[in-house]
């Protein structure tokens, strides 16, 4: 086999590597905090606009920036909070969110681990990412964004808390207690 049809298999390879069947860049973030910028070392080429959508998102959050934080969404973006009737359009969502904003109450969600993985043409990624915060843990976000108009925006958001599975069913049991 010529240098040069071996350099070719190589590329290959590595091409594939990077990619999986369906064409989509996928990227793993190992679990080490990082407060304000990417978690270590860093995304995958081509994944990093968006990890600093995110990044921006945390950061507009805990310094309580509402016009940053709302800057970072589309227009029809949805956010789901961790409480089964928290699911808001961006109106409802940024009136929720506004009298906190306004009182210099933010909230604060480090990264600690963030995977990352890009839809087949460039326009659409999503993630998720396990957050620490100080008053409810561990907690995982996960979500969408598209890429419009030269920009990455967050299209979906969901908030959520992993509980283990050991403990599962006593929590279940009461959440069905709670009266609504």
Same mark, same amino acid.
């Given at each position: +086999? ?21 064409? !989509? ?8 905090? @990082? ?24 950061? @507009?959050?805990? %310094?309580? &920036?509402?016009? =940053? ?14 409480? @089964?009737?928290?699911?808001?359009? *961006?109106? @409802? ?8 904003? =306004?009182?210099?109450?933010? $909230?604060?969600?480090?990264?600690? !681990?963030?995977? *990352?993985? +890009? ?6 990624? $999503?993630?998720?990412? %396990? *957050? ?7 907690? %995982? ?6 890429? %419009? &108009? ?8 969901? *908030?959520? +808390? ?19």
């Amino acid at each position: +086999m010529s240098r040069c049809a071996r350099l070719a298999v190589v590329g290959l390879l590595l091409a594939s590597c990077a990619s999986n069947s369906s064409g !989509e860049a996928r990227g793993t973030l190992p679990s080490r905090a @990082a407060p304000w910028g990417t978690v270590p070392p860093g995304p995958p080429p081509g994944l990093q606009p968006v990890a600093d959508v995110l990044d921006a998102l945390h950061l @507009a959050a805990a %310094r309580a &920036d509402g016009p =940053a934080y709302f800057a970072l969404f589309a227009p029809d973006a949805v956010f789901i909070g961790t409480d @089964a009737t928290e699911r808001w359009d *961006l109106p @409802a969502f940024r009136a929720y969110c506004e009298p906190y904003f =306004a009182k210099g109450q933010g $909230w604060t969600y480090v990264p600690k !681990e963030r995977h *990352l993985a +890009m839809g087949r043409w460039g326009d659409v990624a $999503w993630f998720d990412e %396990r *957050l620490d915060n100080a008053k409810y843990g561990e907690t %995982r976000g996960s979500g969408v964004l598209v890429h %419009r &108009d030269g920009r990455w925006l967050i299209v979906q958001y969901v *908030l959520s +808390m992993p509980v283990p599975n050991e403990i599962a069913p006593e929590v279940v049991e009461k959440i069905r207690g709670l009266k609504r």
